[in-house]
């Protein structure tokens, strides 16, 4: 489903530059459960930045469903994005202006689908994260965990195939990632792929594949139990 | 997406930015405001003038014997001989035209006028009734010379305030005789004051029938006649007309001059919509300074929203909604601003209008349609950089941190 094979990605740091992913080739299957882990700075995030198509990378080829999307254009990208993927981050990244369900509403907002239909959708969403009661709530009246919950909504308001979660704990206290966690690998469990990075050992271990990843290179794949 | 979605989406920030939002309309309002008002300034003034020379007659035409190059320059530069003089039958003959509604002959001299003991030197005017209608006049006292046959010289007369208080005094001037020169007229009516207009006072006027004139200066011929046009509009024809009888009337020869009042008018007009439209300019760059405004303010709207666009595009916005989503916010600030300008342009014009209840006072329809476009436009050519700007945002780098 997903293929990478040699992808570099180079950062121009005034004349430096920052290599921060080597060689990197990667397969993932539909339904697999990934762990990206690694030292700060080993290009985790630039890592899933390309596996999302927010990046792209300087040279190398990525095939997602059989398809090469090195070479697509922007608004391409977009649409890709859109209906294939969901982005969980450390930050959350909720706009602050708008309330949890408008936020969890803007993926369907933007690929236009209609109101009734997004109503529908929301509603089954808002139930399903416990967030019934934090609707009309903006995020600033959020607790760090709820925010986190719009943001999972949120990415999976399209019923994207493939979520990609950027230490999406780093910022939670340990039981409410507990829960984070939890909810992500409910996604899983319901067939999606997931692809987490995190720094943290422990929840790094709950996936049932294992990527090492230091100085821009995978240097352990483990799928072992 | 949805324009629909676009609007909403763009409407929340605009209402969430409250102060901001404050800010653009002001500006925009003060510059669309300001082109409304000076505008109505400009056309205001420009409308009390034309009122002031409307009142003497815009559908009036002047016929003056001679012929003169440049119609409405200095009336009587005679061409060749001494002209054929206009008699009151080429009078009466211009009523055959459609276009003219009525007419007046005018013979002016200058005659002694007596009563009891009191004597005093005045312009006498002979013309028929219709002056009074031709030339939009009062009467305080009486009535106007009487209808009739122009030939027939009926002894009485209308005389002027200034000559009524100065021969009568305190006294009845009506039914008084008045003699002048060797004639006797009866007092018939007296003028309202009316100030000086076409050159001379009528305060200072006695007017008696054309034919009573014409027997007391001894004279056929007519000093001028002033004709009034059915409308506006028909001043042209009627001008075409009058010459056209006068000439068939005259063997063939163009021996007039025809003045009309709407040539003058005209350039008045002209520059007085000429000064309106270079005021309303120089109010309308305040809407240039807006609009530079809104493209400030847009600019560091981006930049504080780069996560915002950043999440926008990582959730599958194209570049193009993203541009769109701003530009959206840019016009409809635009659109804000322009139609609070027009309301507070509205209100300051009403405003100065009760102040100065004489000028009237009123945008015209170009200010009212340029102001809010010029205002929208700018700001719309003005959004685009940061529009574009905000597209072209590097998902990544907007989400990190750094
Ligand atoms: N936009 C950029 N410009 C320059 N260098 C960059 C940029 N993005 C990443 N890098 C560099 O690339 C390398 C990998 O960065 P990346 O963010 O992928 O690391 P990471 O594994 O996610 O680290 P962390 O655990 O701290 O999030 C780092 O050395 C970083 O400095
Ligand atoms: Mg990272």
Redesign the interface.
């Known amino acids: 489903m997903i293929r990478l094979s040699t992808i570099e990605r180079v950062f121009l740091v005034g004349d430096e530059e920052v290599h921060a992913l080597r060689g990197v080739n990667l397969g993932i299957n539909a339904g697999e459960y990934l762990s990206i882990m690694g030292p700060s700075g080993s290009g985790k ?1 630039s890592l899933l ?1 390309i596996l ?1 198509l ?2 792209r990378p300087n040279s190398g080829r990525y095939e997602l469903d059989g398809r090469d999307v090195t070479g697509l254009g ?2 391409e990208l ?2 890709v ?3 294939k993927i969901g ?1 969980v ?1 450390q ?1 959350f ?1 909720l ?1 602050p ?2 309330t949890a369900e ?1 936020n969890i509403e ?2 369907m ?4 689908i ?1 109101p009734a239909e997004r109503r529908q959708r929301l509603n089954k969403l808002l139930a399903e994260y416990g967030l019934e009661d934090r609707a009309r709530h903006r995020p600033d009246q959020l607790s760090g965990g709820q925010c986190q919950r719009v943001a999972i909504a ?2 999976m308001s ?1 019923q994207p195939r493939i979520i990609l979660a950027d230490e999406p704990t780093g910022n939670l206290d340990r039981n409410t990632g507990q829960e984070v966690m939890a909810l992500l690998e409910k996604l899983h469990a319901d067939g999606g792929t997931l692809v987490v990075v995190t720094h943290d050992n422990e929840l790094g271990s709950r996936a049932k594949r294992r990527i090492r990843i230091v100085d821009g290179q995978i240097v352990g794949d483990d799928s072992g139990t | 997406m949805r324009f629909a979605d676009i609007l909403n989406f763009a409407w929340q920030v605009v209402r969430g930015s409250r102060s901001r939002t404050a800010l653009i309309l002001l500006a925009m309002g003060i510059g669309v405001a300001a082109v409304v008002i000076v505008s109505s300034l400009g056309e205001g003034a420009r409308r009390y003038v034309l009122d002031q020379f409307g009142s003497l007659g815009t559908n009036l035409l002047i016929v003056l014997p001679g012929r003169s190059e440049t119609a409405g320059g200095a009336p009587g530069f005679i061409v060749g001989k001494t002209p054929r003089s206009i008699t009151i039958d080429d009078a009466i003959a211009l009523t055959r035209s459609h276009s003219v509604k009525r007419f007046a002959p005018l013979i002016i001299g200058t005659g002694d006028a007596r009563w009891n003991s009191k004597n005093r030197e005045v312009p006498v005017l002979g013309t028929t009734a219709d002056y009074i209608q031709v030339r939009h006049m009062e009467m305080a006292q009486g009535h106007f010379l009487p209808e009739g046959d122009p030939h027939h010289a009926e002894p009485v007369c209308v005389v002027g305030m200034l000559v009524r208080r100065e021969l009568f005094g305190a006294q009845e001037a009506l039914g008084e005789w008045l003699r002048i020169g060797d004639r006797r007229f009866r007092v018939v009516g007296v003028l309202a004051p009316q100030g000086q207009s076409l050159g001379f006072n009528t305060d200072e006027l006695v007017m008696v029938p054309l034919a009573s004139a014409q027997a007391l200066f001894n004279t056929d011929s007519l000093f001028r006649i002033l004709v009034e046009a059915k409308g506006r509009e028909r001043v042209p024809d009627a001008r075409e007309d009058v010459l056209e009888i006068i000439k068939t009337r005259h063997e063939g020869e163009r021996d007039i001059t025809v003045i009309t009042q709407d040539a003058v008018l005209a350039t008045f007009d002209r520059i007085l919509r000429a000064l309106t439209l270079a005021v309303g300019g120089i109010a309308a760059i305040s809407l240039g300074v807006a609009g530079i405004l809104i493209m400030n303010v847009m600019l560091i709207s981006v930049s504080q929203r780069r996560k915002e666009i950043g999440l926008l595009k990582a959730i599958g916005a194209t570049s193009g909604e993203v541009k769109m989503i701003f530009f959206t916010e840019a016009v409809i600030l635009a659109l804000g601003g322009a139609v609070m300008g027009l309301l507070v342009g509205k209100l300051g014009q009403m405003a100065i209008g009760q102040l100065y209840p004489a000028i009237p006072f009123s945008p015209p329809w170009w200010a009212l349609i340029a102001a809010p476009l010029t205002a929208i436009i700018t700001s719309i050519l003005l959004s685009v950089a940061p529009a574009r700007r905000a597209a072209q945002l590097d998902p990544v780098q907007a989400l990190s941190r750094r």
């Open positions: 995030s930045n999302g927010l990046d922007d608004d977009a649409r994005r859109r209906e982005f981050f930050f990244h706009v202006r708008l408008q803007l993926p907002v933007l690929a236009g209609d949120r990415a399209m």
